[in-house]
């Protein structure tokens, strides 16, 4: 897995007896879109979580461009390009979008007019141009949605990993957030989407990868993997709670 993009090896992640991610292997080349899925408490989150650095990992390893990061700080890898939403979202809600989206432009752009120009061109890319101005406690939950993409753009990442931004959206919404993160990995960005939404994933013709117990139990394109046995055993062969 050597001279992948970003790669992960053995990543293993535990809360005290819980193992939340369990060895996790994968690579991806520059420009990849993956899907992860699984049922809730699968380990999707903390994953990201360990990619991205707000937790530490309990084994293995994060390698991006052929460095090993795993342990470095997630400001340090933001700086190197990684992007995030989370799923509880964090935007600021007593600050403008601008302001907002200037959060992530700042980390690059340490001048007030470059870092307020890059976040209104990122802020347009994701349809919020003539919103700019509110503040964000009054955007939509689709807008808030959207602002944390252009959030996460504007800090010009590399690898961006998207948890749940689809969820609680209406099907005319989500359709709009399949559309930009289709034109952003058109435009060659490497994107991670968490997502629970089968359709979204069919959507992506893209490779899918299956957690279950924080294990990958599944690794191949939507067809393949959707009708896995042990795939459609862990979505219904359990009560979700
Ligand atoms: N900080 C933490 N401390 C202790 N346990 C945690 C912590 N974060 C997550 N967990 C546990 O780890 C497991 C995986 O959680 P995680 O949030 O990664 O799942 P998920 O696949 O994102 O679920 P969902 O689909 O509900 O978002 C769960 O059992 C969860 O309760
Ligand atoms: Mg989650």
Request: with cysteine; glycine share 10%; hydrophobic share 45%.
């Amino acid at each position: 897995m050597s001279g992948a993009f970003l790669s992960l090896s053995g990543l293993t992640k535990r809360f005290g007896g819980l193992t939340a991610v369990s060895d996790v292997s994968f690579g991806m080349a520059a420009g990849d879109l993956i899907s992860i899925i699984g049922p809730n408490g699968a380990g999707k989150t903390t994953l990201f979580n360990l990619v991205t650095g707000q937790l530490p990992a309990t084994a293995g390893r994060v390698a991006f461009k052929g460095q090993d990061i795993t342990n470095e700080p997630p400001q340090v890898r933001a700086r190197r390009g990684f992007g995030r939403t989370f799923q509880i979202s964090k935007t600021l809600t007593a600050l403008t979008t601008l302001e907002n989206a200037m959060v992530g432009a700042f980390l690059h752009h340490r001048d007030l007019a470059a870092a307020s120009r890059r976040a209104e061109e990122m802020l347009e890319l994701v349809g919020l141009g003539a919103r700019a101005g509110i503040k964000a406690g009054n955007l939509t939950l689709s807008e808030r949605r959207r602002l944390e993409i252009a959030r996460a753009l504007a800090l010009d990442c590399s690898v961006l990993l998207l948890d749940e931004v689809m969820a609680g959206l209406n099907q005319t919404e989500v359709a709009d957030v399949i559309a930009l993160v289709r034109r952003l990995h058109r435009e060659g960005l490497t994107i991670l989407v968490i997502e629970h939404n089968l359709k979204v994933v069919r959507a992506f013709e893209s490779r899918v990868i299956v957690l279950d117990f924080g294990a990958m139990i599944a690794d191949g394109m939507p067809e393949a993997v959707l009708s896995d046995p042990n795939v459609v055993e862990a979505y219904l062969g359990r009560k979700r709670t």
